[in-house]
């Protein structure tokens, strides 16, 4: 099984699924990218994968008290690159 995260917990952490990648916010959890899910030992694997995400967002959503109908989302801040 693949290393999960803490949905809405931090904003460190980062997984990838194949080609997909599931990043960690206080306030989203972002998915993005591609996956194929072969009918294949391989396929149940990723999907497997993709389900413990999706199972943990849904959980910590469902506990939450006071959820609003919508929230707005900040813009993400952008550095001067240090390299650059």
Avoid: C, W
């Amino acid at each position: 099984m693949m290393p999960s995260i803490q949905p809405y917990q931090n904003e460190a952490e980062s997984l990838a699924i194949s080609d997909m990648t599931v990043e960690n916010r206080v306030d989203r959890v972002s998915i993005y990218g591609a996956i194929e899910l072969t009918r294949d030992k391989a396929g149940l694997q990723k999907a497997r994968a993709l389900k413990e995400v999706i199972d943990a967002v849904v959980a910590v959503l469902e506990v939450e008290q006071n959820l609003p109908d919508h929230i707005s989302v900040k813009p993400t801040e952008k550095i001067k690159n240090p390299f650059g």
